[in-house]
């Protein structure tokens, strides 16, 4: 049901499940009903680049699914979309816990099935044939040129941008202008728009998919959650989702997130690094949760386009760092030079 204005606020919010850069997921529970989980967008979000119009391209995604999809994600069960914000309802599943839960437990001897099970749900259920309504090239493109505008305006970014050599981790290349010029006459992103297209998940790290807390085969039963990556990416070759799933899968994702990384900038140097040391990283070392998955990938889609695999990964890196500050964004900045650096390697 989609509504004109968000829910009255009658309903008890129960606890807050996460505090997100722009939205807050909380659970809600109104008279007699069963508990929901209501995400929704936050004043702030209207100052960040794409974070209305993405939860907005959300509440689409989730009420347009195909037949054979709607069993892969919680019905919604209300929607509201307005011109100051968005948010949707959908059931509480209090049985369920996320897969990066799971793993922080310890559980890599399923890690194989998991992913197995991944990949036979997302190949052969959601990834429906579905063109994107606009040149996904051009999109990239123009991401790019949007997030290196708002970085080259702050001081500590300036050097790293525009200079025509930087040191990261010690090593010189062009600032990222620079790289960006040598990835445009490579013609790389124009792959993109020939490439097959499908309906994506859009977000798909392992916190967004939820498997059941107490059954020992809980690999078995998959259940994703908040689709459509922050800059609206909904269908596109299937490589966005790997991208997305590996930069998570294999630790860096959640140690630039939880700042369990080193990142600093000084000038025209940079340094990025992290440790599968950590405690925190620790399970997802030697690439034991994205293994498996990046060979059934392979088998199913064909050999891996490299270099727009890194295209794609600074992309990610970057859209994010305009919406990031301290830390987070330092090492989204300097990941994201790293991987251009890989496409011209």
């Not at 994205?290 to 060979?295: K, L, M, N, S």
Request: with cysteine.
């Amino acid at each position: 049901m989609l509504l004109d204005e968000p829910p009255p606020s009658s309903a008890q919010c129960l606890g807050v499940l996460k505090d997100g850069y722009w939205e807050e997921t909380a659970v809600y529970v109104e008279g007699n009903d069963a508990p929901r989980v209501r995400k929704s967008s936050r004043a702030s979000a209207a100052d960040r680049p794409w974070a209305l119009e993405t939860l907005r391209r959300e509440i689409q995604y989730l009420t347009e699914l195909q037949e054979d999809a709607k069993a892969l994600f919680p019905p919604v069960k209300r929607a509201w979309i307005t011109e100051s914000g968005a948010g949707y309802e959908i059931a509480y599943l209090s049985a369920y816990e996320d897969v990066a839960g799971r793993i922080a437990g310890g559980t890599a001897e399923h890690a194989d099935a998991f992913q197995r099970v991944l990949a036979e749900t997302l190949f052969h259920t959601l990834y429906h044939p579905c063109e994107s309504a606009d040149s996904l090239a051009k999109h990239v493109w123009k991401t790019f040129v949007h997030t290196t505008e708002q970085l080259r305006n702050l001081a500590g970014f300036h050097a790293m941008i525009t200079a025509d050599t930087v040191e990261v981790n010690a090593r010189p290349s062009p600032g990222l202008e620079g790289l960006l010029r040598e990835i445009a006459e490579k013609k790389i992103l124009e792959r993109l728009d020939g490439a097959k297209s499908v309906r994506l998940h859009g977000d798909l790290i392992l916190e967004n998919i939820l498997v059941p807390a107490r059954e020992d085969d809980w690999w078995k039963r998959l259940t994703f959650i908040d689709p459509v990556s922050v800059a609206g990416i909904a269908a596109g070759p299937p490589l966005f989702d790997l991208v997305k799933y590996v930069s998570y899968a294999s630790g860096e994702l959640l140690a630039i997130r939880s700042e369990t990384c080193a990142a600093s900038v000084d000038g025209e140097r940079g340094s990025f690094a992290w440790s599968h040391e950590d405690p925190l990283l620790r399970p997802y070392a030697e690439g034991a949760w994205y293994r498996f998955f990046q060979q059934a990938y392979e088998a199913h889609h064909g050999p891996i386009d490299w270099p727009l695999y890194h295209v794609l990964d600074a992309y990610f890196s970057l859209v994010m760092a305009v919406n990031t500050e301290g830390k987070q964004q330092r090492a989204r900045v300097l990941k994201a030079l790293l991987a251009l650096r890989l496409v011209l390697a």
